[in-house]
Structure formats: structure tokens, C-alpha cells
């Protein structure tokens, strides 16, 4: 199938999970996940009606900026950012999902002051806590919204989190279900900076679970543009 028709199957998709529990299929955003992409297939995708696409890696987005890729649609960087990269990212994207550090805070909040701009920004949460995963413990997350006055450059919109690999449908509701909780719990602490109105989880694998739990934005890429060949890739 096309990059097209499979955005097209993939909303219809989306709209039945949204439906079936009672939601608005409006309140809930296709994120493109391009990583591995070309340029090419990036516009492909923001021309079959994609609301944004999210890459993973630094490199990759400062090549597609300069090919114009993602013309028409908001650009988000989606994977883990290293803070010595921290300045080919801030003001080049509308939003960092996955900032998973207070380091990492204190970088993007010294780089976005240099520049005089707000970077938006998402809490990255480890709510499966994995050890080979980044991101906060969501014990961390109300104490750092608390701490939020001290990033005046940066408004914290929201959460995201990666789940464990679910082979089932399902599996991976209660991790959904304690993000959404978090988001709520977030909103009774809600300062000039922190927003909270972006939820961003749910993969190809489980996103009809995420949207049943409050996802307010999806990441798609597999099954938006084909599996990945890693064995072409030489920057692993």
C-alpha cells in the first residue's frame, strides 16, 4: 500500500478508537514518525494529511531542514536528545517530546535563552521503568512541575512515554491509564509555564489502547511507511 492509503487506513483507524469510547476523533493528532525516511517519503506523508511529523534523530533532522521536508506541517523531535546536540534542535523544532532529564531541562532552558524564544517542550516518562529506557519516574513528575518557575524559557506541555513492546492488545493499558492519571494530577499544579495539553502515546502496535486511555497524539511510523531496514543503516 501507499504512504497515502496507509494514513488514510490509519485515520479510519484512529476515528474508530476515539468513537468507541466517546471521544472527539478531532482532539487526537498523527504524528509521523520518520525516522529512516527520505525526504521525499516525509512529504509524501504530510501530503496524505499527516499533523505533524517527529524524527528521532539529530542528523537526520538537520538534513531534511535543509531539503524543506517538512514543509506543511510541524516538525517535533521525538527521540532521546543529547545535551552537547541541544542547539541544532531548540528553535528548529515546535516541540522536544522527549525530554527525560533535569540536565537536559537546564540545556534547553540555557540554549532557548540565548535565543530569546519559548521552547515547548514534553516530560519524557519511563512509566514501564525499564532499565534501557530514559525518562522521568513518574514519581518525578509533579515535584518537577512544581520546579517549573525556574524554566522560564520553556512551557511544559504535556507527557510522553514509550511503553514496553506489547505483542497483544491490551497489555499495555494499565501504563496508559497511569499516564492519563498523571496528566490529571498535573493539572492541579498547573503553572504559567506548564500547559498540559498534550498526552503523547501509543505506537503502530497499540494506539487504539492509547486513544481509549486520553492520547492526544499518536506516533506512527511502521505502519505508516513499511518496516525499517536497520541493516541499511550505518549510523547505528
Known amino acids: 500500500m501507499s504512504i497515502a492509503e496507509n494514513v488514510a487506513r490509519i ?4 476515528e474508530a478508537a476515539a468513537l468507541a469510547c466517546g471521544r472527539d476523533p478531532k482532539e487526537i493528532q498523527l504524528c509521523a514518525a520518520t525516522k529512516m525516511n527520505d525526504a521525499d517519503a516525509v512529504r509524501q506523508a504530510i501530503a496524505a494529511g499527516v499533523d ?3 524524527e528521532n534523530r539529530v542528523q537526520e533532522l538537520t538534513a531534511k531542514l ?11 523531535f521525538i527521540g532521546h536528545l543529547q545535551t552537547n546536540k541541544v542547539r541544532q534542535v531548540v528553535g528548529k523544532v515546535s516541540l522536544i517530546q522527549s525530554v527525560d532529564s533535569e540536565h537536559l531541562l537546564l540545556a534547553i532552558q540555557k540554549e532557548a535563552a540565548r535565543q530569546g524564544m519559548i521552547q515547548d517542550i514534553l516530560l519524557e516518562v519511563n512509566i514501564g521503568q525499564e ?3 530514559s525518562g522521568f519516574g513518574a514519581e518525578d513528575i509533579l515535584p518537577l512541575v512544581e520546579k517549573a518557575g525556574e524554566f522560564p524559557n520553556i512551557c511544559i506541555k504535556g507527557l510522553m512515554a514509550i ?3 506489547s505483542h497483544n492488545s491490551g497489555e499495555n493499558l494499565k501504563f496508559f491509564q497511569k499516564m492519563f492519571q498523571l496528566t490529571v494530577d498535573i493539572k492541579k499544579k498547573i503553572d504559567d509555564n506548564v500547559k498540559v495539553d498534550c498526552l503523547s502515546m501509543g505506537m503502530s502496535g497499540d494506539f487504539p489502547d492509547a486513544i481509549a486511555c486520553g492520547s492526544t497524539m499518536i506516533r506512527v511510523g511502521t505502519a505508516i511507511f513499511g518496516a525499517r531496514n536497520y541493516a541499511k543503516d550505518s549510523s547505528q
Do not use: D, F, T
Open 11 to 14: 485515520r479510519a483507524e484512529m
Open 52 to 54: 505533524c511529523c517527529g
Open 163 to 165: 511503553p514496553p513492546i
Open 66 to 76: 535543509s531539503q524543506n521536508a517538512y514543509a506543511g506541517a510541524p516538525v517535533h
Open 131 to 133: 532499565e534501557s529506557k
